[in-house]
């Protein structure tokens, strides 16, 4: 494999580019996603209180990836990535973090706020991406309601995916969170810098 400079990529850098296709490969397991929210509760406690990387595997070991029990360096590194783009706390040391830094206070708050939000754009604007069950709006990056679309859904089922017995489905709200904030952009903030 040849680096950027024409030069054979290190050890170091073909890890590196092997934990961002993981992180890719689990963002679209997280996206396709549609769970009972008991599965996903125990990781919102971990939003405050920190979590060992080995734990947060375990908890969400519904997505393919994170259920393989081997030690493998790319999953924990994609795991790490997804964590912090999902704003759970990580048990580790500070150096782990260089690459992607945690959300700071501000931001986690802001994300987890807007993680319930429903499009509002008008039908000729918006611009729709679907992940099996759901859609999601390019233009503002929300949700996009199913009745908006004319398509009838039962009160008591998730407004989103139509799935999920509840008004506040943290499938959708966590496949929210990772379509604002997604490993790919905040990697291209750190080239920048």
């Not at 945690?102 to 499009?119: E, G, I, V």
């Not at 009745?147 to 999920?164: A, D, K, R, V, Y």
Request: charged share 20%; aromatic share 8%.
């Amino acid at each position: 494999m040849r680096c950027v400079a024409n030069r054979n990529m290190c050890h170091g850098c073909s890890l590196e580019q092997i934990k961002q296709c993981r992180t890719k490969q689990l963002e679209l397991e997280m996206m396709q996603l549609t769970v009972d929210n008991h599965v996903l509760a125990p990781l919102l406690e971990h939003r405050r209180i920190p979590i060992t990387i080995q734990r947060f595997r375990s908890l969400l070991s519904c997505l393919p990836t994170l259920s393989k029990k081997a030690r493998d360096d790319s999953i924990f590194g994609a795991a790490r990535f997804l964590a912090n783009g999902l704003g759970i706390k990580l048990i580790d040391k500070p150096s782990a973090n260089v690459l992607d830094e945690s959300l700071s206070q501000t931001q986690y708050k802001q994300l987890w706020r807007t993680a319930t939000f429903y499009c509002k754009c008008s039908l000729d604007q918006r611009k729709t991406i679907n992940y099996e069950t759901r859609s999601l709006c390019l233009e503002c990056s929300y949700l996009i309601h199913r009745n908006s679309m004319n398509i009838p859904i039962p009160f008591t089922l998730c407004p989103s995916c139509n799935m999920i017995e509840s008004w506040e489905c943290l499938s959708c709200q966590f496949v929210s969170i990772i379509h604002q904030n997604p490993y790919s952009s905040r990697y291209e903030r750190f080239l920048q810098t």
